[in-house]
């Protein structure tokens, strides 16, 4: 099992850079993938990117990809998402999550574990 905890979320200025955190507890975060999704008012959570156990692949949204960025740190049991160029359009609350299926799963039912959320605000 394992617990997520995000953070770094904000208000910021459209054109800013946040960077989200996501620390996990346990010693097993090395045999996770991780994802980060996203949920805006009114609307369904979506994926934004997901990575590899080792950190060697990755896969991410295609309207972020040019501006989002996906890391982990497996000696400190942390996950990364570099947010550059942020728009309105991407305030949300950003989740990190855990999963044990195989490949960089992209739906919200193929992972199992969920952080609280953290809040980022982007304004006009």
């Known amino acids: 099992q394992v617990q997520l905890v995000e953070s770094g979320g904000g208000l910021v200025q459209a054109g800013g850079s946040l960077r989200l955190s996501c620390a996990a507890s346990g010693r097993t975060f090395s045999s996770y993938r991780m994802g980060w999704f996203r949920q805006a008012p009114g609307k369904e959570r979506e994926f934004v990117a997901a990575?590899?156990?080792?950190?060697?692949?990755?896969k991410t949204l295609d309207s972020v990809k040019d501006r989002f960025t996906i890391s982990r740190e497996n000696a400190k049991n942390t996950l990364y998402l570099q947010m550059n160029r942020l728009k309105p359009e991407d305030t949300a609350v950003y989740y990190c999550a855990a999963t044990l299926t195989l490949g960089l799963p992209v739906g919200v039912g193929q992972y199992t574990y969920w952080g609280q959320g953290t809040q980022v605000t982007v304004s006009s």
């Open positions: 990575i590899s156990t080792s950190g060697g692949a990755t």
